[in-house]
């Protein structure tokens, strides 16, 4: 059989041993002076360009197939270091990797050097605001002498105070949820080598009823990780009450601190 | 296995996944590379992974409607 392209997983600066699973999968490995590629060769029929265009629009192709990407590199990264690639990046057999490997030599060094011994953990934090508008007076003192306003007040006037309420209710809530984030952020933060902010994503993204306030990745040493699981969950329990909620995943493959500055041609 | 990010799949998202493995990592463009054209709009994909949820809900509810009939 003749597959002429390469598939490219991650690279890594010590020999990964591949032995349980390199017939299964057909992965390879290309070794270049000190790294080592970890690689499959893919058949053009699956990899050309119009056929890897058509494939990306289908989602449970996609959704395989990039599982298996991060599965083959999260096992890779349980003994080794690695620089991640991204999904379905595709040598031509032949040289084009080896002179990646060789013109990027120096910054693939100084990610190795940044992501060593270090993993990769996403946190995202939600709040259920109807939890939290609940607890509101608790939280904020506009809101409780408010509160007590219109409890001493007439039925008119108190009916006028509570849409005053109602207004104030909705800022405090975005001030709250700046607070509680940014505090957790400053803790899960104090415990990482580096951090990297990602866009929030909107309800019907994450198919949840409360908001997404941060979704954070942090890169974390592996010394520093227990304290940082334990962290998460003492910030998850300690305000779950007024609805915030924290989400741990990883370790993930380090995709979120690769740098790699392509060169000008 | 260890407690990794596979074990965690069920409770991952699909557009988290994808948002890490399609647009972080060592990302080229040009030069040697075969297929540089693997960037999707992930908003695009948004909508798709909508609509599909969308259509499974429907599906789900289609056949619950047909089960209690």
Known sequence: MNYPLIYVYCLTDSQPELTHYTEAEGLQLLRFDDLFAVVKYVSEIDFSEENFQKHLSDISWLENNAWEHVEVITRIMENHSVIPFKFGTIFQEGTGLKKFVGDYAESLAENFLHVGGREEWAVKIYCDRNSLSDKIDELSEEAASLEIQIRASSPGKAYLLKRKKDDLIENEMDRICKKYGQEYFDELNNLSEANRLNNLLPKEFTGREDTMILNATFLISKSKVANFKNTVDRLGKKDENFGFLLECTGPWPPFSFIYIKEKQQ | ?69
Do not use: C
């Open chain 2, 1 to 69: 296995m260890s407690n990794n990010v596979i074990d965690q799949s069920k409770d991952i998202t699909i557009l988290e996944l994808l948002d890490r493995v399609l647009n972080k990592g060592v990302i080229l463009t040009t030069g040697d590379i075969v297929i540089s054209a693997a960037d999707i709009d992930l908003v695009y994909l948004g909508v798709k992974l909508m609509l599909s949820s969308v259509e499974t809900m429907e599906q789900l509810k289609g056949e619950k409607a047909i089960k209690e009939k």
